[in-house]
């Protein structure tokens, strides 16, 4: 293997190998890429020889003559990382894929310029087709006193209503199958009104029950669970994975009651920061509204890059994604 990455085979050694990081986002642990392989996806992972400065995980995708290593949610750039390694990455990156590969990166890490720097020496540039927003909210939960008073006019009067309405928090295993159907049932509920495509299905959230990162919460109504939300918490820092509200829960506030009442939980589980997942205008303004609500604080992600030596091909994959998705998001 080059002197500039190591490769991982056994997802369980990966996990052991990002533990390093300050923060791991979900879609570079092994539990994402267990919920993969029933899909017959080729995950492949890479860390940097430097260890704790890099480390990335995607799907190798091969179709038309065409091999792309997409990844969600990275790569992860840890704090030891410089540009040195970063570009000696890369490199041994290309000549493991191909140079001819297309690498997408979509990262969810918080914009620095020196990362950016690096991605553009690298070879980088900002895909043709910008699909996935660039922007998010960061809520601190650390201090619950402080939380609250963040919380806009609307968030505090929906908040009141659950609980005049005797609306009861609590936490679930994601390994209680029990618990699964109602968080899958409450989130395809949630999706079909607003005409989206389920994200998650039966098989991922029993491979992501197998890692106690995943927390899972509902808000309850007369013994009859109204309001899910999925978690990911890694270190001090949690991420917004999914979320569903019944009809009855939406009549009851319970959506702002949970996401209060999750907020504060994480606080004082010791976690500090609380990324509410990507937020933009348009098809979503209703989410948008609920997220700013929270009083979180906006920031924007180091966001998608792809790599390609062949701009035309990078130029095809953009026009297809675009007729796809008809809008950014």
Request: aromatic letters at 12%; glycine letters at 8%.
């Amino acid at each position: 293997m080059s002197q500039g990455l190591s490769e991982i085979d056994d997802p369980a050694e990966w996990d052991r190998a990002v533990e390093a990081f300050e923060f791991v986002p979900p879609g570079q642990t092994a539990s994402w890429s267990e919920s993969h392989y029933f899909r017959g996806y080729n995950i492949v992972r890479f860390v940097s020889a430097k260890p704790g400065a890099i480390a990335v995980q995607g799907i190798l995708k091969r179709s038309l003559g065409i091999t792309r290593f997409v990844v969600e949610n990275g790569p992860i750039l840890g704090n030891v990382c410089n540009e040195e390694t970063f570009l000696a990455f890369v490199t041994a990156l290309r000549e493991r894929l191909g140079k001819t590969s297309i690498i997408s990166f979509s990262s969810i890490q918080a914009h620095e310029p020196v990362h950016e720097i690096w991605l553009r020496k690298a070879g980088f540039q900002r895909p043709w087709s910008t699909a996935l927003s660039p922007l998010t909210l960061y809520v601190d939960c650390h201090d619950n006193s402080r939380l609250e008073q963040g919380f806009s006019a609307n968030w505090r009067k929906s908040i009141r209503k659950a609980e005049r309405n005797g609306l009861v928090f609590e936490t679930a295993a994601l390994c209680d199958a029990c618990a699964r159907r109602d968080l899958f049932a409450l989130c395809f509920e949630t999706l079909q009104l607003k005409g989206v495509a389920m994200p998650i299905d039966m098989p991922m959230l029993e491979a992501f029950g197998r890692d106690l990162r995943w927390r899972l919460f509902f808000a309850s109504h007369a013994g009859k669970r109204v309001s899910a939300r999925l978690v990911f918490v890694s270190g001090r820092s949690a991420f917004d994975a999914a979320a569903g509200t019944s009809a009855e829960g939406r009549k009851l506030s319970a959506t702002h009651f949970l996401m209060a009442s999750v907020l504060k939980h994480l606080g004082q589980s010791g976690v500090h920061c609380f990324d509410f997942g990507r937020i933009g205008p348009g098809r979503y303004d209703a989410i948008d509204f609920f997220k700013h609500g929270s009083g979180g604080r906006p920031i924007v992600y180091l966001g998608e890059w792809t790599l390609s030596s062949r701009p035309w091909l990078e130029l095809m994959m953009g026009t297809v994604q675009f007729f796809k998705r008809h809008e950014r998001w």
